[in-house]
């Protein structure tokens, strides 16, 4: 049974979820993706220590490239993010760096069955990888990666800025 009040507010809520969803995920991804560039940029490398862990074809790059590729990925990419420029490419980058970080770092080194893999689906260091937080970074990159920053962001200025332009257009 619906109440008028209840379609009431769901028909003021309704319009706003293209615009606040994405800036919500924008910004939580562009903060997380920040904190993760900038400990790397002010740390030491240890990819070093775990690089024939990475996936073909990063396993062929040395450490000290993939760490440089990691780093300004992160940083580069949650600047875009924050401010909604290049979404989709930003997202794109970052949720193929999530994949192999989780590859890499996350995912648990043995299991020998969907129990023991299910244990790693966890924020622990006690064993069977940590790969929750990973998995849910890439739950929120891929909105963005593939509907883009939404209304509130460079992007659509951009692309309403480019649409009145009759050359561009």
Known sequence: MKTPYLAALRGRLDPLGPWIAPLGLRLLMAWEYFESGREKLHGSNWFGDLQQAFPFPFDQVPASVNWQLATWFELVGAACLLVGLGTRMAAGSLLVLTVVATAAVHWPMHWDG????????????????????????????????????????????????????????
């Open 114 to 169: 969907l129990g023991e893999l299910a244990m790693g689906y966890a924020i622990t260091d006690q064993g069977f990888g940590n790969f929750k937080l990973p998995v849910l970074f890439m739950a929120m990159l891929l909105p963005l990666a593939l509907q883009g920053a939404g209304p509130l962001s460079l992007d659509r200025l951009l692309q309403r800025c480019l649409a009145r332009t009759p050359a561009l257009a």
